[in-house]
């Protein structure tokens, strides 16, 4: 046999033995251990008033985490008051929460009246929907406007409350003084009971659009939304600068056909500084991809907007903020 020969055969022993070895690699890589699971993170969802829109997106939101996100067990726990939900935040008894945009400010800034430190530890992931202060008042009374309260039984809230702050404002803006009507302690399902007995004229209610009481009560045909003017905004927003102009859209409620114009405030998520980055950047994703999902929670969903969604009164968290621009690159 000449040489040529048996180097030829050489070359394709070799070629052999290569194409086993790689076919022999690409096996065993294709056999390597899994990559781990992803570790656990446990998150809770500070929420205020049971039954509220608050609480369905709360609920709704820790379903679709768990859900969405793997590694991630979200649960939502709910309370009746704003600032021990703001409080808990910072304490970490929660890692994220849902507040009014006031409350939240003011404790970032002040701190609350149990805990009287800023709380530098919270953090914006987004702006969600709007509550509003809705009117109601029974046709029968003769409340066509604000200025019509002077003389009625009016449900204002509890003295200090939000409801009774913001319909001091409205009232004054209107020229009516707290001492122009007969003002009765009462809001939402007390009020509504109040209305429908004949007992109260009229009654502030400062909750979400689409709430159940003003939905059941503006279903009657005695009840009827009461507008604020346009010139009363200067005022009320002087008394309060987190009170903004908001129109409830025609529609909103049975026999209500055209737009209501009133003063509300923005609803926010909010977290710990300390959440991580990523998680946070997952989180905020994730919150406006389930809009669908949040919407059939509660009616109030409709209202989340992520062009809205950077807009709150408080830092934003690094991880919400990359969200925010990357979506801005991306248009």
């Known amino acids: 046999m000449s040489s040529g020969a048996r180097f030829g055969g050489g070359r394709a022993i070799t070629e052999r033995v290569v194409r086993s070895l790689l076919v022999t690699i690409v096996a065993l890589s294709g056999c390597g251990t899994?990559?781990?699971?992803?570790?656990?993170?446990?998150?809770?969802i500070g929420t205020v008033f049971a039954g509220s829109a608050w609480t369905a997106v709360g609920k709704s939101l820790a379903d679709v985490?768990?859900?969405?996100?793997?590694?991630?067990?979200?649960?939502?726990?709910?309370?009746?008051?704003?600032?021990?939900?703001?409080?808990?935040?910072?304490?970490?008894?929660?890692?994220?929460?849902?507040?009014?945009?006031?409350?939240?400010?003011?404790?970032?800034s002040r701190g609350t009246p149990q805990m009287a430190e800023p709380h530098r530890d919270l953090r914006a992931m987004a702006v969600?929907?709007?509550?509003?202060?809705?009117?109601?008042?029974?046709?029968?009374a003769g409340i066509e406007g604000i200025g019509d309260l002077k003389g009625k039984r009016v449900g204002m809230g509890a003295p200090g409350s939000p409801t009774h702050r913001a319909a001091a404002l409205i009232l004054e803006g209107?020229?009516?003084?707290?001492?122009?009507?007969?003002?009765?302690?009462?809001t939402g399902d007390a009020a509504a009971a109040a209305i429908r007995e004949g007992t109260l004229d009229a009654a502030f209610i400062y909750v979400s659009f689409?709430?159940?009481?003003?939905?059941?009560?503006?279903?009657?045909?005695?009840?009827?939304?009461?507008?604020?003017?346009?010139?009363?905004?200067?005022?009320?927003?002087?008394?309060?600068?987190?009170?903004?102009?908001?129109?409830i859209p025609g529609g909103t409620y049975k026999n209500q056909e055209e737009d209501v114009l009133t003063v509300g405030m923005d609803v926010v998520l909010l977290c710990r500084q300390s959440v991580p980055d990523a998680l946070v950047y997952d989180l905020t994703k994730t919150l406006f991809d389930s809009l669908p999902v949040l919407r059939q929670a509660h009616p109030s969903a409709a209202g989340i907007d992520p062009d809205r969604g950077p807009t709150s009164a408080i830092p934003l968290h690094p991880g919400a903020a990359r969200y925010y621009r990357e979506r801005e690159l991306l248009r």
């Not at 899994?34 to 809770?44: I, N």
């Not at 859900?67 to 890692?95: C, F, H, I, M, Y």
Request: glycine share 6%; net charge negative; no cysteine.
């Open 128 to 140: 969600l929907f709007s509550i509003a202060v809705h009117v109601v008042a029974r046709t029968t």
């Open 210 to 247: 689409q709430n159940p009481v003003v939905t059941a009560l503006t279903g009657a045909d005695d009840v009827r939304l009461v507008p604020i003017q346009r010139l009363s905004l200067g005022h009320i927003q002087e008394g309060h600068h987190f009170l903004k102009s908001t129109t």
């Open 174 to 186: 209107h020229g009516v003084g707290v001492k122009h009507i007969t003002p009765v302690p009462l």
């Open 34 to 44: 899994p990559p781990a699971p992803p570790t656990p993170v446990d998150l809770t």
């Open 65 to 108: 985490y768990s859900a969405k996100l793997p590694g991630v067990r979200a649960t939502a726990t709910t309370n009746e008051d704003l600032e021990s939900t703001a409080d808990s935040l910072q304490r970490g008894d929660v890692q994220l929460a849902i507040e009014d945009v006031e409350t939240a400010y003011v404790a970032f």
